[in-house]
């Protein structure tokens, strides 16, 4: 099933598709960044896809890679049940991508999410905010050069038990392998 | 004839102490998973009414026990202050499960390091959740406490803003002294490439 | 009420004539004859964080026009604790107990989901035993019924019934003793593991759930004696909180609140997994996507899950619980202490983690909430270079603001009851 809408992105839109594959019984289809709205408009409006649901939207970060950023979309459709995972590219120097809050309602939330969490700026969002954390965050926290412990806190009490040794200790031990 | 003048004082003092720590009202600060451990602890099997602090109060005015049940995240930190300075006095605080103590094991950029970086907190009740029975076993540990009037934890740091001028309420919190707790852009970054 | 010449009493109602002539002050009697002119100020309600009804840490700001939401923005948040930032750092089964506390009222499904999920990256999927996938039905599905009563009671318990509160509290007990008995824990039980799970059912657990079973199914039926015939339940459930079902496809709904609306998606049905094709169940729906159609599926969900427990407490077969395989399934303890060859594999375990091959995959299976998926990045190492949680209710909560406009204000504690929103999963 699913296939078949490899070939269709691939018959309707051959310039935007990069690469098309299969992977753990995961379709997988990797657009130009410029034209992911296209991809995903067809793909939900064309009559043999008919993909009405966004199920999820998040961002990986590849740090060192180029482009640095991979938007990933997961599409699914409740006619035929066939999912499709769609993937895009997004350079560091200019982390934009078109917004597709108005194809589905579900984009809203997770566009927001995703420049919260990791600064990519979706081009077109009706009201992009930060949503999980609050206004006065810098930064973005689940980017890999963002440390794990860096807390912003709003308000301590003076006599407050001091955290920065502990967790400096956590950070050394445990984890953060990729963070220095 | 012979007691000392605190005789009587003290005596009253007791018998207020013992009043109190037998009508405990719970405001219970639920955020996250302990909550559904708390719903337990309140329900029929374990049943918290027979220690008297049965009853949650959702007003912090009516209430002199705060349990701030579950992960407290930066974001969260300025309610539960507000909420623990419109608590009139004398009040309480237990910390319910070990991420509203220490944060537990998320240690990361967002969850407060345990509540008593925002409030002064008497009782600390590990577990993750904590089982009813140690629930019980915190509750009655701060009743002694009450009973020895060590209890209280505002009487180690003073009064706190319950008479906060009006105005002054947007900026929360205030410490008694004027002073604000809302730390400013420069102390809330990290320093030196260290991690706070 | 007012009695008319012939000696009947008909009902007041506010627009009854008579509410024309009770007298206005002074400084209205201009409005006397236009009451729409009346002038009204809008006043601006926050709900929440921390509020009784709100038994998630959400945030609504409402602007209300008397009674009225005119608009509303809903902030969720308060409970964001670095799910993702956690896994970064953490081996495959450290992360365990994290997903333990995404969705907290039924952490077994989210232990079996994030399983399925590493296993596909592995591989593995078909090399799971078959009793070790019995075991996750069973518990998963007892989890499903903790977590449906947790969100039918608590809701209910908004609305006044604080009884059926006590009562459902009672049945969830019941649950949370057997999943006591399996895992050692009551509500975070960290009780999969990748290739299997981590202890064997207790030898009498058969027997304990078929009767525990027949006591929760009291307890619900008890629960509902008392509130589907109750007329003040009726009026602030039905009608309440529509949604359509074109758009709750398209704000992401799954799960009993997408079912609600007429949609019959369950992953359980449509995609199966582990072994949901041995049982014969139905995928309750309901017509309308108000709170009532929400409440009626999660309560015959209930039913199903429970024939889904007896049919696979019938069918479970003896064998291994977890693979035969050195590289993914911790060596026996035994082992561990007496062997030299048991102790370093244990450490090599424990310290470095699971090899998982470079990929990608994203694995979805039917929690309570809807459709819980997982997409994990892995880079070959024993740490996942993204572990990505797909929380059903973050969406659910995105459309509680097209939910709530319109509606009294009142009606926003069962509207926001019935989606249930959970804190840990939606934030993460």
Redesign the interface.
């Known amino acids: 099933m699913a296939e078949r809408l490899l070939d269709l992105l691939l018959a309707e839109l051959p310039d935007a598709v990069v690469e098309v594959g299969s992977?753990?019984?995961?379709e997988i289809a990797l657009v130009h960044r410029d034209r992911v709205r296209d991809v995903l408009t067809l793909l939900r409006d064309h009559e043999s896809s008919k993909m009405?649901?966004?199920?999820?939207l998040?961002v990986?970060?590849y740090l060192g890679q180029s482009p640095r950023f991979e938007v990933?979309y997961?599409l699914r459709s409740?006619t035929f049940?066939h999912r499709l995972?769609v993937k895009a590219g997004v350079p560091e120097d200019d982390p934009t991508i078109a917004s597709v809050a108005d194809l589905?309602?579900?984009a809203?939330?997770?566009e927001r999410?995703a420049w919260d969490?990791y600064g990519v700026r979706f081009e077109g969002h009706p009201d992009l905010r930060?949503?999980?954390?609050?206004g006065?965050f810098?930064g973005h926290?689940?980017r890999?050069d963002?440390?794990?412990?860096?807390?912003?806190?709003?308000?301590?009490?003076?006599?407050?038990?001091p955290?920065?040794e502990?967790?400096?200790r956590?950070?050394l031990h445990?984890?953060?392998?990729?963070v220095e | 004839m012979n007691q000392p003048a605190s005789y009587i004082p003290t005596k009253l003092q007791e018998a207020v102490n013992w009043a109190q720590k037998y009508s405990l009202f719970t405001y219970p600060f639920a955020t996250a998973c302990c909550a559904m451990e708390f719903m337990s602890t309140l329900g029929p099997r374990y049943d918290l009414a027979r220690f008297g602090a049965e009853f949650p109060r959702f007003s912090p005015r009516q209430a002199d026990l705060l349990i701030v049940i579950g992960t407290i995240v930066e974001r969260q930190a300025p309610v539960l202050r507000r909420v623990y300075d419109q608590m009139a006095d004398p009040k309480w605080v237990m910390a319910f499960g070990v991420c509203a103590s220490t944060g537990g094991f998320y240690q990361n950029y967002t969850v407060t390091p345990g509540a008593d970086q925002v409030i002064p907190v008497d009782v600390y009740v590990p577990g993750c959740p904590p089982r009813p029975e140690q629930v019980m076993d915190g509750l009655m540990v701060l009743m002694n406490r009450i009973q020895d009037h060590r209890g209280s934890v505002q009487r180690e740091v003073g009064p706190t803003a319950t008479a906060t001028p009006i105005l002054d309420r947007r900026r929360l919190p205030v410490l008694p002294d004027g002073t604000s707790m809302v730390l400013d852009k420069e102390e809330r970054m990290p320093k030196d490439g260290r991690v706070r | 009420m007012s009695l008319d010449s012939t000696g009947t009493v008909t009902p007041y109602s506010p627009s009854d004539e008579l509410a024309g002539t009770i007298p206005l002050p002074p400084s209205l009697a201009a409005y006397a004859d236009e009451p729409e002119r009346l002038p009204t100020d809008e006043v601006i309600v926050n709900m929440g964080p921390s509020h009784p009804a709100m038994h998630g840490t959400v945030r609504i700001v409402a602007r209300l026009d008397g009674e009225l939401i005119k608009d509303a923005d809903v902030q969720v948040g308060y409970l964001h604790r670095g799910f993702e930032k956690e896994c970064e750092a953490a081996t495959y089964t450290q992360i365990f107990p994290y997903v333990d506390r995404l969705n907290y009222v039924s952490a077994m499904l989210n232990n079996v989901g994030y399983a399925m999920a590493v296993e596909k990256l592995l591989g593995i999927t078909d090399r799971i035993p078959e009793r070790a996938e019995y075991i996750r039905v069973i518990v998963g599905e007892l989890s499903r019924i903790s977590d449906h009563l947790t969100c039918i009671v608590a809701s209910l318990a908004e609305l006044g019934g604080l009884t059926t509160f006590f009562w459902g509290n009672r049945a969830r007990e019941h649950v949370w003793e057997l999943l006591e008995d399996v895992s050692g824990a009551r509500l975070t039980y960290s009780y999969c593991r990748i290739g299997g799970v981590a202890w064997d059912l207790t030898p009498d657990f058969a027997d304990k759930a078929r009767v525990k079973l027949t006591k929760i199914a009291d307890y619900v039926a008890d629960v509902r004696k008392l509130v589907e015939r109750n007329r003040i339940f009726l009026d602030r459930m039905e009608g309440v909180g529509v949604i359509s079902k074109e758009d709750a496809i398209s704000y992401g709904f799954t799960g009993p609140c997408l079912r609600a609306c007429g949609v019959a998606y369950d992953v359980r049905k449509d995609h199966p997994y582990s072994v949901y094709d041995h049982f014969d169940f139905d995928v309750p729906i309901a017509h309308g996507g108000d709170n009532l159609a929400r409440y009626l599926v999660r309560i015959e969900e209930i039913y199903q899950s429970m024939s889904i427990i007896e049919q696979a407490l019938a069918q479970i077969p003896p064998g291994p619980i977890i693979m035969d395989d050195p590289a993914i399934a911790l060596p026996a303890k035994r082992e561990v202490y007496n062997t030299i060859e048991g102790m370093i594999a244990h450490f090599k375990h424990i310290m470095e983690g699971i090899r998982v091959p470079p990929g990608e995959a994203y694995s979805y299976t039917e929690a309570a909430n809807g459709e819980l998926g997982f997409f994990i990045v892995s880079d070959g190492t024993g740490r996942p270079y993204k572990c990505r949680c797909r929380p059903p209710c973050f969406y659910i909560t995105s459309a509680l603001r097209d939910m709530i406009l319109g509606a009294n204000v009142a009606d926003v504690v069962p509207i926001f009851g019935s989606i249930n929103m959970i804190g840990g999963e939606c934030d993460r």
């Not at chain 1, 445990?174 to 990729?178: L, N, Q, T, V």
């Open positions: 992977y753990l019984g995961d009405d649901m966004l199920v999820d998040t990986v970060d990933v997961h409740t049940g995972r589905w309602k579900s809203n939330w997770s999410e969490l930060r949503i999980l954390m609050y006065a810098e926290p689940l890999k963002y440390p794990q412990n860096a807390r912003q806190p709003l308000v301590r009490r003076p006599d407050a038990p955290t920065d502990l967790t400096t956590l950070r445990s984890h953060d392998r990729r």
